[in-house]
């Protein structure tokens, strides 16, 4: 069956969550015990239909469309969708699966014809007429991290009961997001048969992860926070300042001694290569690069975002980059350092050993 025989169905859930997305990626926030739908509007240009939380489990007419293989659900940012359906509407619900192959994603489609990624960005770059709600989106996000402060027995979440008109904006701001997406949608081309293969293959990538060595990240982290110790201790005995990732004070520190427009890596670089440069200054800047050194940041991110099977999902998105490749996410696993001449192995088992 070809995609123009398909019909498409449109789709955004609204979610709450006491996960922080941005920190630990789409899967695990969608498989997190705390997150769970607020409501979701799908269907068909024209024919949209708002389904709230009490009563997704009994939306037959969302359930026919899963069952359904010649229904094909369209999201923007797809891959969340995609993880949310398998998180609640399947685990939890008993809803049917949906394979990556019955999903088109709109932001796929913006990011291959080089145009912004986000919805709020895209419609204006496309001339839609209609565009995300940006005061709804600030309302959508305070609904969606858990209340702050009141009574003991307050409960966790804001709910229709106590807050209907902030709920009736919220539902009101979910349709916007789909007839957004349907306009843009309709204003882009769609991907070709190659790069809707090379998308799905994409989001199997994402789904299923790569393993991660726990204890050897958790390892290395501690021989960083240890480096890290030394390396603040030079810096302060060199210039008495508290911390080289101090950029104000160091610069003003540095000016004592050399012309220096910056702290850009490339600059420290360029000024690192001089030869006859004072000692105290080499040492201060030399402690920057140290400490500002991208790699080591990674490690963190590493554990945010790996499951309790130490498999770390949501790696890249896809045709990113203007020239179709790919970019990276979280630890930012396209961009690590390319080993020496020494073995990754090598390096691994002694990084245990002293870690």
Not at 53 to 79: I, Q, W
Request: proline letters at 5%.
């Amino acid at each position: 069956m070809t995609s123009e025989s398909k019909q498409l169905v449109y789709l955004d859930w609204e979610t709450h969550s006491e996960c922080d997305i941005k920190l630990r990626g789409s899967w695990l926030y969608a498989w997190h015990p705390s997150t769970d739908i607020m409501c979701g509007t799908f269907g068909a240009p024209g024919d949209l239909e708002l389904i709230r939380y009490p009563h997704l489990a009994l939306c037959e007419k969302l359930r026919r469309f899963a069952l359904n293989p010649s229904v094909t659900f369209v999201a923007h940012n797809a891959g969340f969708e995609q993880a949310i359906w398998a998180a609640i509407m399947v685990a939890r619900l008993g809803y049917p699966p949906l394979p990556s192959e019955r999903w088109k994603c709109t932001m796929a489609k913006a990011h291959c014809l080089g145009l912004p990624g986000s919805l709020k960005d895209l419609a204006p770059a496309l001339g839609a007429k209609c565009r995300k709600d940006d005061e709804g989106h600030k309302l959508m996000l305070k609904l969606s991290k858990p209340r702050h402060g009141g009574r003991k027995n307050t409960p966790k979440w804001w709910t229709e009961e106590d807050a209907p008109e902030a709920f009736a904006r919220l539902y009101i701001y979910n349709e916007q997001d789909v007839n957004t997406m349907i306009e843009c949608d309709n204003l882009m081309r769609d991907l070709t048969e190659r790069e809707q293969r090379a998308w799905i293959m994409d989001q199997r990538i994402n789904q299923t992860g790569i393993r991660i060595d726990r204890k050897c990240v958790e390892a290395a982290i501690r021989l960083k926070d240890e480096y890290e110790i030394e390396v603040k201790r030079r810096f302060q005995e060199t210039t008495e300042l508290d911390s080289p990732t101090q950029a104000v004070a160091l610069l003003a520190w540095l000016r004592k001694y050399i012309e220096i427009p910056n702290l850009q890596a490339a600059t420290v670089v360029k000024i690192l290569s001089r030869g006859g440069l004072p000692r105290n200054v080499r040492t201060a800047l030399v402690c920057r690069q140290e400490m500002s050194k991208s790699s080591l940041a990674k490690l963190q991110a590493f554990l945010n975002r790996i499951d309790a099977k130490d498999i770390m999902r949501d790696n890249y998105i896809y045709h990113s980059a203007h020239t179709g490749r790919w970019t990276s996410v979280g630890a930012q696993i396209a961009n690590l350092p390319r080993p020496g001449e020494i073995s990754v192995n090598t390096i691994c088992e002694a990084i245990l050993q002293c870690g």
